[in-house]
């Protein structure tokens, strides 16, 4: 993003209008997450599975979960997923072929302290340059209680 914010320096409006141009040149692919969300104590269980309704197949993407509550400092994550903030982790998803599914994802998290309530957000952190037209099934919202039941979405 740097690059394309050089080529516009001095002249307004331009590094948005190039940074538009880029991501339509791309392919596009509608990115989708199911799953499911379970908290218990400091537990928080997250299980999904990423999939491309298409047009175009991607070679791999990124998904973001972002917390209500703080992660505990150390954390055992799945192969593919990293740290990115104090109640942030990011997972490849592999690659997602053309209505097809990504390699599923199973996070065990600790959270810094039990909390009563924890809201889970995930959406696409990266598509490589993708045009994804629908939002409403990549970008999520659930609130788990504390209780250890599971809530889907």
């Known amino acids: 993003m740097a690059g394309l914010l050089a080529l516009g320096a001095g002249v307004p409006g331009s590094a948005q209008a190039s940074a538009r141009a880029w991501v339509a040149d ?8 199911h799953g499911r969300v ?3 104590g400091a537990r928080l ?3 999904l599975v990423p999939e491309n309704d298409g047009p ?3 070679p791999n993407a990124t998904l973001r979960v972002r917390l ?3 992660l505990a400092d150390r954390q055992r994550l799945a192969e593919g997923c990293a740290r990115a ?6 997972c490849e998803t592999g690659p997602l072929p053309l ?4 390699r599923h994802v199973a996070l065990l998290l600790e959270l810094r302290e039990p909390a009563p309530e924890v809201a889970v957000r995930v959406d696409t952190w990266w598509n490589g340059g993708a045009t994804d037209r629908n939002h409403t099934n990549n970008e999520h919202v659930v609130l788990a209680l504390d209780t250890g039941d599971t809530y889907a979405f």
């Open 56 to 58: 175009a197949a991607l």
């Open 38 to 40: 379970a908290l218990s």
């Open 85 to 90: 903030g104090s109640r942030e982790v990011v």
């Open 99 to 102: 209505h097809g599914r990504g």
């Open 45 to 47: 269980r997250i299980w």
């Open 26 to 33: 791309g392919p596009e692919a509608d990115v989708a997450y």
């Open 68 to 70: 209500s509550a703080d």
